[in-house]
């Protein structure tokens, strides 16, 4: 840098040296000249000319050649400071796609990758040693709902301060990591060499790591309390074959801590592995189980205080021909991710409302309920697709009620309120599933067109023996008086349930007590007393029996789950 701006300040530094040297040897050689005036026999003029000419070829050449020379250190000083520079950027630029490429942008914790590759370094070495280790799946409760309501930033900052305090609050040597999405996973090694040890040991952990997360935090739209569920898997064991296998089995008992409810931990355990496995045949595309008809349809019903059926619920089922029966919590999840609900649903929808058809013909009071997925409500034509399933059947539109959850309320709130109206005006008739399990009820009550709501079942169990769910119960049932709405309870398993219920002026009953979910031929038979007088002929019968199953099922009982 110096040297630049030298050169601008004397442009020509060797010039002025060369011209200064010239000088200086042709002063001393006219002074010479004046002590001896005839030199080499030329006269003084002469010998004045040629040394001048001299002075001037040697102030040319030593100029040129320390020009040249100036040009060439100051050309290599430049480019050894750009060599640098550039050195210095492609340093800064790996570092940057480094840590692009291993750590999470938001919580600047190791990412899904850089987890894998220390989960199967560690999963190596475990398999190498005596000792185990654990890797621990932790999932946010509810986050989907604070992202909607609070917003995204707000979301962004939950798990920023989430990944914060695992970090800060764990064990150094423990890996924290943010796996995807509210997915956090925790890798702990050399946890003990029996895995009895390393199993309370990774439990600890979990608690702790429950405790850090269980806190309220501040976030723009107010205070948040947040809890985690989280799922344990010890390695090595011998049915894991790397490390996303130790992850698919934690993954599974988080699944499992969460039916349990949540805020919970869970270890996997072998016992769990057959869900594995099921789960393994869902990475095969589920729309070509339903073109092998491997779906069919049971009917659940619903009944009045006097155990008359008013309707029925449609449940799907799934016989896989290796895995046998697939529980519709472990496929329809999947199916809703890969979007292959769309196609099963519709199945569903249209299965159901051939079913209606044929039996409203036959004079049976009764209407279907078919659970819809978040998925389908916000399909575009969705609309479209139930007005012409209907119109191609001739299913009557009033006696179809379709199931959404209170979810599905929470993104997009005016785009379901349109689409539930245009159905309601079709005379389609609406009902929220599993009321009491989400969010902001009565905002929704008022706000949507509502025919029913189903109060969920982990409350009809819970009332009669626990005081806070019978108020809950009291409470919903006068709202739904107060909001004319009709309502049906879920899950009612026994005497006391139904009684606690009829007690509190409940009118419409689901449940294992009046009865399990039935093929649908079996569940129609049982509407009357005899199959003949429901279905006319036999030959109607076996109509019915093609069009609502993709084919008849190896196993038709239904058990409790
Ligand atoms: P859901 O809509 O809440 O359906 C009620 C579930 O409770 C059914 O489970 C039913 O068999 C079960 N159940 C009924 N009575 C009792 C009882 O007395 N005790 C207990 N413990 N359980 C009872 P299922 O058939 O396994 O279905 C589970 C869930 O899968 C359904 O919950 C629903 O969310 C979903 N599902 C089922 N079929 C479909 C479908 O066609 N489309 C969509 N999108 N989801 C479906
Ligand atoms: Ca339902
Ligand atoms: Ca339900």
Known sequence: MASKRMSKIFPSFWWMLCSILTGAIFVGVVYKMQSHPMMFGMSPAEAYLSVASFAGILLCGVGMLGERVFRMRRDHIQ???????????????????????????????????????????????????????????????????????????????????????????????????????????????????????????????????????????????????????????????????????????????????????????????SSMALELRQRRAFDYPLRGALERQEFFLYLQAKNDVHGQVKGAEVLLRWEHPELGRVAPEIFIPL?????????????????????????????????????????????????????????????????????????????????????????????????????????????????????EIKIDQSFIQSAPNDPSCAVLVDAILAITRQFGLDVVAEGVESQAQLAFLVDRGCTRFQGYYFGHPQPVVEFLATLDSTRESHFGDRQRLAAIETLAHGREPADNTDGPR
């Not at 938001?106 to 040693?129: M, V």
């Not at 009071?365 to 012409?388: C, D, H, K, T």
């Open 79 to 269: 480019l050894s400071e750009q060599v640098l520079d550039s050195q210095v950027a492609a340093e800064r630029a790996r570092e940057e796609a480094e840590r692009l490429a291993f750590y999470d942008p938001l919580t600047d914790l190791p990412n899904r990758r850089l987890l894998l590759d220390r989960l199967q370094q560690a999963f190596t070495d475990a398999q190498g040693s005596r000792q185990w280790g654990a890797a621990i799946v932790l999932d946010l409760d509810h986050f989907k709902p604070i992202n909607d309501i609070h917003g995204h930033a707000a979301g962004d900052d939950l798990l920023r301060a989430v990944g914060q305090r695992l970090a800060s609050g764990l064990r150094r040597r423990d890996t924290v990591g943010r796996y995807g999405g509210d997915e956090f996973v925790i890798l702990l090694e050399n946890m003990g060499s029996s895995r009895e040890v390393a199993t309370r040991a990774a439990e600890r952990v979990a608690q702790k790591a429950r405790a850090l997360v269980s806190r309220t935090v501040t976030l723009s739209g107010g205070p948040a309390s947040i809890s985690a569920s989280l799922g344990i898997a010890l390695f090595p064991v011998p049915d894991q074959a790397n490390a996303l296998e130790v992850l698919r089995q934690a993954d599974i008992a988080l699944s499992r801590s969460r039916e349990l409810g949540c805020d919970g931990t869970c270890v996997f355990e």
């Open 335 to 451: 199916a809703e991710e890969s979007g292959a609900i769309l196609a099963l649903g519709e199945w569903v929808l249209r299965q159901s409302c051939i079913l209606l058809a044929q039996t409203a013909h036959l004079g049976v009071e009764y209407s279907l309920s078919v659970n819809v997925s978040p998925r389908q409500l916000r399909q575009s034509g969705f609309i479209a697709m139930i007005q012409n399933i209907l119109q191609e059947t001739g299913a009557p539109a009033f006696r179809l009620t379709l199931e959404v959850t209170e979810g599905q309320f929470l993104s997009n709130i005016d785009h379901v309120i349109a689409v539930l109206r245009e159905l309601r005006d079709m005379g389609v008739r609406i009902s929220i599933d599993d009321f009491g399990t989400g969010y902001s009820c009565l905002f929704y009550l008022q706000k949507l067109p509502l025919d």
